[in-house]
């Protein structure tokens, strides 16, 4: 049946409020910097204990949600993130490992089964690539809006350890309320349909494609395609693989590691310097996603090129304003480092969708989240090695890393091209984001 209009904005809130918590903790960090006796290790470890969080929460959201439902899948994990940021409120170090962690399995379900939750509340009506903007945006606002709210709040409020964190609890109570009424659209996608398969997706079965008919995107006589196609096709491990760490890789270098370096730049106004730095950064990486669509280019990697040239730029950027300690160089680099992590992700996702029959590509964007996410570690390898050479030296180590990994894209990049698709699909493209 049609939904309402409106329906699909509580469930958009229901992302944006989970990338909210995931992203307070960056501006929070400069706080408990200038607070606290704890290590720059330390606070790297804590933001990047997220990631054994998130791997877990996509890669479970699909089969959560699909047993489960979108509607119960999603509002659980509102309400575990809710729990983690009044853990995090408490503000001693055990308590925010576990609260970072926490956040991340609430994130990685609610970004997967929250955006698909969102898409199909949009109705049918709506074309998919509008759907999966709408699902973008809401991602990107939450992650820009959580780092910008947290860094306001402990910049010019009291408590600045505990207010930010209590905030995005309260926000995520609002939106569970927001939800109460919303409708569940896994069963009638699929349970409800009869099509005995208790797939909530239909396996992605076109209307009128009977049990031993193939519908050009998987093998005939009805047998599902295998859900991990794209990992184990050459051109995932040459091509998407090489630029996949960089995707996170270089956000978090732009608002977890350069903001902290030129901080005696900024006295007193640190803890909202990052909180702007990381909502610029995120904002450009948005913004820049759609243009990774039009470099795509089904024959070669030229959008991936394009994004890996683009993120080592930024990393070059950030190594001349660690050395010469320039808020004004800083962020500049975010920008083109956010420009970078649009492009790498939006790529990336073009390249995987080509590899993945249309019933996989849920699997398929999990899967691939999951080798971006390896980015989360960048600011913990960076502290760990930081007593061994300069922050200068680092980045442009790590740009030279980059062009060796783009030398091995660039030699793959027109090898072992997918087979092309079958036009009625092709039509139908749909681009499966999920930011994390």
Known sequence: MPHPTGDWLPAAAAVAVAAWGANQFTALASVYRARTDWSALSLAAMFSVYLLGLVPGLLLAGPAAERYGRRRTVRGALGLSAAASVVLALSDEPSVYAARLATGFAAGLVFLAGTAWLRELSGPGVPPERSARRAMYATGTGFAAGALASGVIAEWLPAPTVLPALAQALGCLLVLRATRGLPETARSRGRGRGNGNGDGEGRGARPGAGPGKSDGTGPAHGTPPPRTAAVRHPRFRYVVLPASPAVLGAATVAYVVLPPLVADRVPGYAPLFSGLVAALTLATGVVAQPFAARLDDSDSARATLTAMATVIAGLLLGALAAARDSVGLVVAAAVVLGTGYGLTLGAGLHEVERLTPPASRPTSASLYQSTTSSGFLTPLLLAG???????????????????????????????????PPDPRTAARREDSSVQT
């Open 385 to 419: 090695t930081a007593g061994h050479a300069s922050y200068p030296a680092l980045l442009a180590g790590m740009a030279a890393v980059g062009l060796l990994c783009l030398a091995v894209t660039a030699a793959h990049s027109r090898r072992h091209l997918p087979d």
